[in-house]
Structures are given as structure tokens and as C-alpha cells.
């Protein structure tokens, strides 16, 4: 299905509220939380957008809490922040995902944009507009962008195609990544387009088994006219040590604990109502089953675990924030990448066990628990987990930064 740019995501019916701290910033994620999973298995099952939600989420005041305090936000930390995404994905992890790249458009605006540019995109987000994303393509193994910044005298144009455009098609603003030629050089550029510009066109096109509900579709940008004001410097900000990648990735290790989390809540009543007990384990309930318990232990624990390495990487990344050098952004890339190790395994952990732990009945269509591992399976290949194992040796062995890019 295309959607035209004729279509563009209704303008805000109210403005939002302003979350003052990040004590409420946790008490409003947890009230929507309890929202999501009251509806989280119709929209997966039915691949219902959740269009009837989004003016509920966005009036909340969510979508502005990193908003700095000097552009009339409340500035929460990254450890809030985690801690609020995780929440929201224990409801619905495809809803907890949506806001990801407007939260890391704005740390790449925080980072890069004129003064002049923070002022005017995060009084955007205050007054209740969204930021989806265009960052990916596909189709070249090289990882080089093909979307132009093209600069001319009758002005300045983006073209090109992105896939995987999450929140995309709920957007007022699409940040896309181009690259543009500068003295024989390319140059890279966040652009925020507007979803309602002339040559834009969003194609829900994303098909994938697992979070099925972001939006992550393809967004084509055919000769998008641009002002430069909206024109954000890119590769620069990592040429220097920011904390724009290790923003990136712990918002990808809260998704995924949460939504392990989700899947260690259903587990527990499952075991306690309908799971019948082995019957070498000679016990009357499943609940009673002395295997079952040290496997669903094991679970608990290890996301535990993960959910203490988040809030560990969540400081790194609040003291790198607050004093950026090469050794703090390295100690914050290397904190997350932990973080993103245990909060991968153990949100697989979770899922399978909900089904090791509660028999072939919990496979049943109508119960549909298979989202929790088909959401966290799909969320968890982002970037291979593989290279954090990498990272975090070769800093502790050899004294090896991590490299500075948006996926350590």
C-alpha cells in the first residue's frame, strides 16, 4: 500500500502535555504500558496500525521527554529514558519502537544543530509532532548511501529510496540521511523532511514476521524540495567523540528487555492457570514442578541482570553526555554494548521459555504468544550481537576503543 504525501499524519489535535521529571516520565510509561497490552495481540495478529492510539501516546508527553530543559523540556536522563522505552515495550514492543529514531534524531540534533535549529525542531516535538526515520537502504553491501542532497541554484532537493523507515508513516518530520558531494568529497546530512513535502511517498511495504505494527516501510524522495535550516550535519558528529552511538544502541537494548519482559509476564499466569505439571515431577501443579522452577528462575535472573547492565550503560552514557572525551564515549559505547549483549539473550531466553515452560497448548493461534519471540527475534538483528562480544573484549583485553559509528 502506497501512502502519498497527500496523506500526511493528521497535525496534532492538542497539545502535549510537558512531563516535568523523570519520576513521571516512569509513571506515565507504566500507565501506557498497562494501555498497549490490553490491545498488543489484536494489532499483531490483524497488522492493525495503531493509528486510534498514536494522538493518546503523543498527547502524553512521551515523545518530548528528552527534550532539554532549555527548550522547555524536562531533559530526563538516558537512564529514564531506557528505563521508559523498556516499560512501554513490556506492553508492546512494536509500539515502543515507533518513537526510537525520533528520540535519536534529537541527540544527532542535539549534537550537530545550530542553536538555531534546537530551538525551532524541539519546539516542533513540544507542540506535538512526531519524527519518524529514513536512514537505511538496501540493495549494496557496502553500507554507502545512495540518497542525494542535491544543491543547485534553484535550490536545494533530496533524492533517493530508504527501506526500513520505522515511524515513518505516523510522522509530521522524516529525518533522512543523504549524502551530499562537497569538493570532490561526500558529506553526510541528516535532512528533516517534511511528511507532507511534494515528492515524498511512504509505501507500507514492510513485511517482516516480527513488529509488525512500527511502520518500517520504505519512504521514496523524488526531487523533495528542502530549506537548508533543516539540513543537520551527520558524519561530522562522530568525527569527534559524541555519545550518538551508544544513544542509538540502548534504546535497542530497552526494547528488547522489555519486550523479554513481556514474555516473562505471560509465562506466569500461563504456568499457574492452564500448564499441566511433568509427571515425573509427581507434583498436582505445574507451578509445583521443580525443573520448571529453576528454568523460570534462570529467566528472571538473567533479565535481571540485563536490566541492571541497562541502567550501568545508562549512567555511562549520562556521564558521557555531560563531559564527552575519547575515554568516556569509549566507556559508554563499551557499557552499552554489554548491555546490549545480555538484554538480547535474555529477551530470547524469555520468549522460548514461555513455551518450553507452558507445553504445546500455548502455541495455539487464538493466544498468538508467538509475537513476544517473533518481535524480539526481529528486533534483536538490528546489528549482529556477535561484534558487542567483539567490542567489549578487545576494550578490556587490548585497550581498543570501540569504533565510533551508530551501532556500538
Not at 46 to 74: F, K, M, N, Q
Not at 151 to 170: L, N, Q, S
Amino acid at each position: 500500500m502506497s501512502i502519498a504525501a497527500l496523506s500526511p499524519a493528521p497535525a496534532p489535535a492538542v497539545r502535549p502535555a510537558v512531563i516535568r521529571d523523570d519520576a513521571q516520565a516512569l509513571d506515565v510509561a507504566r500507565t501506557f504500558a498497562d494501555a498497549f497490552t490490553r490491545d498488543a495481540s489484536l494489532r499483531d495478529r490483524d497488522r492493525l496500525l495503531p493509528w486510534d492510539i498514536l494522538p493518546e501516546y503523543t498527547a502524553s508527553g512521551l515523545w518530548g521527554i528528552t527534550v532539554p530543559r532549555e527548550y522547555g523540556g524536562p531533559g530526563v536522563s538516558t537512564v529514564t529514558l531506557a528505563k521508559t522505552v523498556a516499560t512501554l515495550a513490556s506492553g508492546d514492543g512494536s509500539l515502543a519502537q515507533i518513537p526510537q529514531n525520533h528520540y535519536y534524531a534529537l541527540e544527532v540534533l542535539r549534537i550537530g544543530g545550530t542553536a538555531e535549529q534546537q530551538a525551532f525542531f524541539n519546539g516542533r516535538v513540544l507542540a506535538g509532532e512526531r519524527f519518524g526515520n529514513a536512514l537505511a537502504e538496501i540493495g549494496a553491501r557496502d553500507f554507502k548511501r545512495r540518497t542525494q542532497l542535491v544543491r543547485d541554484p534553484a535550490g536545494w532537493y533530496v533524492d533517493g529510496r530508504k527501506f526500513y523507515c520505522t515511524g515513518a508513516i505516523f510522522a509530521h518530520w522524516i529525518p533522512t540521511l543523504t549524502v551530499a558531494q562537497e569538493d570532490g568529497r561526500e558529506v553526510t546530512y541528516l535532512v528533516f523532511v517534511p511528511r507532507t513535502a511534494e515528492g515524498v511517498t511512504i509505501v507500507d511495504d514492510w513485511d517482516g514476521f516480527g513488529q509488525r505494527v512500527t511502520g518500517s516501510g520504505s519512504v521514496v524522495f523524488e526531487r523533495v524540495a528542502v530549506k537548508p535550516e533543516w539540513v543537520v550535519p551527520f558524519l561530522a558528529s562522530f568525527e569527534r567523540p559524541t555519545t550518538i552511538g551508544p544513544f542509538a544502541q540502548i534504546l535497542h537494548a530497552a526494547i528488547d528487555l522489555g519486550i523479554g519482559w513481556g514474555a516473562y509476564r505471560e509465562t506466569l499466569p500461563f504456568i499457574r492457570e492452564r500448564s499441566r505439571p511433568w509427571i515425573d515431577a509427581k507434583v498436582e501443579r505445574a507451578a509445583d514442578d521443580p525443573l520448571l522452577l529453576e528454568r523460570l528462575g534462570d529467566v528472571w535472573l538473567r533479565l535481571t541482570a540485563a536490566e541492571a547492565l541497562l541502567e550501568r550503560a545508562g549512567e555511562a552514557v549520562d556521564a558521557a553526555q555531560g563531559a564527552p572525551d575519547e575515554d568516556s564515549v569509549a566507556r559508554a559505547s563499551v557499557a552499552v554494548a554489554e548491555a546490549r549483549v545480555l538484554t538480547t539473550t535474555a529477551g530470547l531466553l524469555a520468549a522460548n521459555r514461555l513455551f518450553e515452560l507452558t507445553g504445546t497448548s500455548a502455541t495455539f493461534a487464538q493466544d498468538n504468544l508467538d509475537r513476544y519471540w517473533r518481535n524480539v527475534r526481529t528486533h534483536t538483528l538490528h546489528d549482529p550481537v556477535r561484534w558487542k562480544y567483539h567490542a567489549v573484549g578487545n576494550f578490556y583485553l587490548n585497550g581498543k576503543r570501540p569504533p565510533r559509528h551508530g551501532a556500538l
